[in-house]
C-alpha cells in the first residue's frame, strides 16, 4: 500500500513538472494528453490527480498565487493605502503578464459562474488577499467609489493578455496599468 502512494506522489510530481513546461510553452490550453505523454503516464492518471483542467492550473499557479497573497497581506497594514494597493496590483500584473498561462487561468475563472470554482482557485485566492487593499484605499478616497477588487483584477487580467507576446510583457503591462490608474484625460 505505501509502495503504491510513493509511486502516486511520484506520478503527481512528474506530472506537475510536465505540466508547469507546457503551460509555460502553450498557455492555459496546454493538451492534458499531452501531458500525460511526456510524463510517461496514462490519461486516467492525470485525471486522478487532476480532475479538471482548472485543477491543473490551479496546481500549476499556486505557488506564485500564494506568494502574492502573502505580499498582499503584509502591505494591508501600510498607512499609505493608495500606495499599498498599487504596489500589489504591479506585482499581480508582472505575474499574470509574465507567467503564461496565468492570465488566461484567471479570464477563465472571472468568466465562470458563480459557485463553480473552488474554493483554492487562483481568481478566488487573489480576490480574498487584495479585498482588504482595495477596501482600505476605498475608505481613504483613494479608490473611486464603487470600484472593486474583482473589477481591478479584470483591468490586469485584460492587460496581461494583451501584452502577453510584447518584447517585454511586464514593461508594458506595467506602462498599461499606469495609463489605467493616471487615466488618459490631462488633468484640467
Not at 505505501?2 to 510536465?18: P, W
Not at 503584509?74 to 498561462?101: H, K, M, N, P, S
Amino acid at each position: 500500500m505505501s509502495v503504491q502512494r510513493a509511486d502516486a506522489r511520484r506520478n503527481y510530481v512528474r506530472l506537475l513538472a510536465v505540466a508547469e513546461e507546457a503551460v509555460a510553452t502553450y498557455g492555459a490550453d496546454a493538451s492534458l494528453e499531452q501531458i500525460a505523454r511526456t510524463a510517461g503516464v496514462g490519461s486516467a492518471t492525470v485525471r486522478r490527480h487532476f480532475p479538471s483542467r482548472r485543477a491543473l492550473l490551479e496546481a500549476v499557479f499556486r505557488e506564485r498565487v500564494e506568494t502574492l497573497c502573502a505580499h498582499a497581506r503584509d502591505l494591508t497594514g501600510r498607512a499609505d493605502t493608495r500606495a499599498a494597493l498599487l504596489e500589489w496590483l504591479r506585482a499581480v500584473t508582472a505575474d499574470a503578464a509574465t507567467i503564461r498561462g496565468l492570465a488566461m487561468a484567471l479570464i477563465r475563472e472571472q468568466a465562470a459562474e458563480p459557485g463553480a470554482a473552488s474554493e483554492a482557485c487562483c481568481s478566488a485566492q487573489l480576490t480574498e488577499a487584495g479585498d482588504p487593499l482595495a477596501r482600505r484605499a476605498a475608505d481613504d478616497g483613494a479608490l473611486a467609489p464603487g470600484v472593486s477588487i474583482a473589477d481591478l483584477l479584470t483591468l490586469i487580467t485584460g492587460i496581461a493578455l494583451a501584452t502577453e507576446h510584447h518584447p517585454d510583457p511586464a514593461a508594458e503591462a506595467d506602462r498599461l496599468l499606469g495609463l489605467a490608474v493616471a487615466g488618459v484625460s490631462p488633468q484640467g
